[in-house]
């Protein structure tokens, strides 16, 4: 795994540049950062091939693909032994409706963030996936009304 220190300042600055457009030229990103184009592809393809960029994706607006409602799951596990937790993650994986699904300490086990075409669909999904799971002891759903912020981006600014 790549660490933050293998990083430079020009690293730092092609990747905010990248993040938030992955179709823009190396030659727009190097005049931004002050390097030849073929350097910043050369950084890129680095970069890429150590992990430091793990994919590069479309930011798909859900309602257009008609999975309009987001629903926040917190999960709470029952047991908590490596193969119990390592099914549930399992489990998480494999469900196309799951879009992320975090392990976190606190006071719940998993955070799930899901997408489904209506509330009908997110109650099938909680019947297939949570209520029949032996090992979730509990969930609450939070339905989201409104997005105010989404996506990939990470904050690359004040480090060198």
């Not at 938030?20 to 050369?42: C, F, K, Y």
């Not at 509330?119 to 799971?133: G, N």
């Amino acid at each position: 795994m790549p660490s933050a220190d293998s990083l430079d300042s020009f690293d730092r600055a092609i990747l905010a540049a990248y993040q938030r457009d992955t179709l823009r030229p190396a030659q727009l990103i190097g005049d931004e950062v002050g390097l030849s184009a073929a350097a910043v592809q050369r950084r890129l393809k680095r970069m890429r091939e150590s992990g430091v960029i793990r994919a590069e994706v479309a930011h798909v607006d859900p309602a257009a693909v008609g999975l309009p409602t987001t629903v926040i799951v917190h999960v709470d596990i029952d047991r908590e032994t490596t193969v119990h937790l390592d099914a549930f993650k399992a489990l998480m994986r494999a469900r196309p409706e799951v879009q992320q699904c975090w392990y976190t300490t606190g006071l719940t086990d998993f955070v799930l963030v899901v997408h489904v075409a209506s509330l009908a669909a997110y109650e099938q999904f909680t019947r297939d996936a949570l209520v029949s799971h032996d090992n979730v002891a509990r969930f609450t759903s939070y339905v989201a009304l409104g997005e105010v912020k989404s996506g990939l981006a990470l904050d690359l600014g004040g480090r060198s």
